[in-house]
């Protein structure tokens, strides 16, 4: 099943081998590798607690050609498991839920938060770009990606231009990308805000499997998105460099999520109904990068900011930093801090009231909610004696989502309706 149902113009735009702030070093590397392969292979742990866990493998093959050409091919092949958040607020009782393929059911004990236990798949993701060094003033580069997964595939083009000049202290670069996704939920896409049905209402499996199909459209759906970004590198002096990047995105197709449903309660908290939930086939999205970074003695330090806003109200504000010390020659060790904020979609409501006319979108989704979020990480990277690398990541991530101004009734002020997720990040990676 799918992680999200949006790509932000930075997943669009990774495929190119050389980002903004890299260009420079790319084009260091295409000239003194000359004809050499560099291979480079990591294997990566992801884990909430009590919630999904991924193990991802990760291999990049990068391939020079002279001092001007230079394929990128990149396969990642991850796994995913556990469970995650339906949607659904916790209840003084059990609660039973239809499973998205309607063959079956779950149930969730009193006072916990409902969680969907049917996440699980495997997802593989390749990509390729091809960078071509014009002159001393001109580099482009195109690339195409592919990711499959049980319920989700999603093809890609992107395409870029970057103009050097003041002496090559000065980049202006432009992307732009373009991604066609189609999504086949298991069990089909639900009616939008159509209410859940069960087995033990009705009397015969036929007429349960009926009522079922009512609630779901037959046949897949697609999105597309569409991304260009403006950006330019500045040399500010022989230690120091600044990026700013802006960016742009239009999404139109399906982008609601299947998975995801709606408790909907009366004046005591109590649940009535679940609701399949609906989300805008359209969205824009507007973004803004910037960022330092320098040389120190034995360190190098970098400082961002990131501002994003869109038509769905939800605006979200990244600050992050990198700070690698080199121990020796062959040693070093990098801290990584990352803090994120972010403002609930229009359309975001934690459950709806039964007395309420249904709206036409509502989705109960923590991720388009209001939180906070946070991201603490040391790395460890030591060159071996072959001219080898080896590297150690370890974080630690937690997202804290809060209320977005909803009163909650009755039993709901019971119940925490928005717990912090938790996870720990490990990676292990090796260059040769």
Known sequence: MQLTTTQTIASA????????IGQQACAVETQSTQDDWKVDAAIMYYGEQ???????????????FGDSSLLDMKIVVDSLTGASASGAVAQAQSQTFTRPSGKGEYTVKAGDTPLDDTFHDTRVQL?????????????????????????????????????SFNKNNTTLALSAAFTNDVVDPVGGRPVAMSQMVFRDNYATDAEYQAAFDQTRLS??????????????????????LMQANYGLSSVSGYMTDPYKILSEVDINGQTQAYRYE??????????VFVMTKGALDSAVVDFSYRYSTDDWDIQSHTLETHYRYNFSASLYGQ???????????????PFLLSDEVVPEYASADYRIGDMTAYTVGLKFGQRLSNGHEMSYRLEYYQQNPDNNGTQLPGQLQNFDLFPSVKAIVAQVSYSF
Not at 13 to 20: K, R, T, Y
Not at 52 to 64: C, F, L
Not at 219 to 239: A, H
Not at 336 to 347: D, G, K
């Open 335 to 349: 801290l990584h801090l990352r803090y994120y904020q972010q403002q609930a979609a229009e359309f975001y409501r």
């Open 127 to 163: 990509s390729a770009n091809w960078q071509e060094v014009l002159n001393q003033d001109w580099t482009t580069n195109i690339g195409v990606y592919g990711s499959k997964e049980f319920d989700y595939l999603s093809m890609g083009l992107n395409a870029g231009l970057e103009r």
């Open 219 to 240: 046949g897949d759906d697609t999105k597309q998105t569409s991304d260009i970004m403006f950006g330019v590198t500045q040399i500010l002096n022989r230690n120091w």
């Open 278 to 287: 609906n989300r805008p086939d359209s969205r824009l999205k507007h973004s």
């Open 13 to 20: 735009l990774a495929m190119a081998s050389c980002s903004l």
């Open 50 to 64: 009590e919630r999904v866990q991924a193990a991802e493998v990760i291999g990049n093959v990068q391939k020079a």
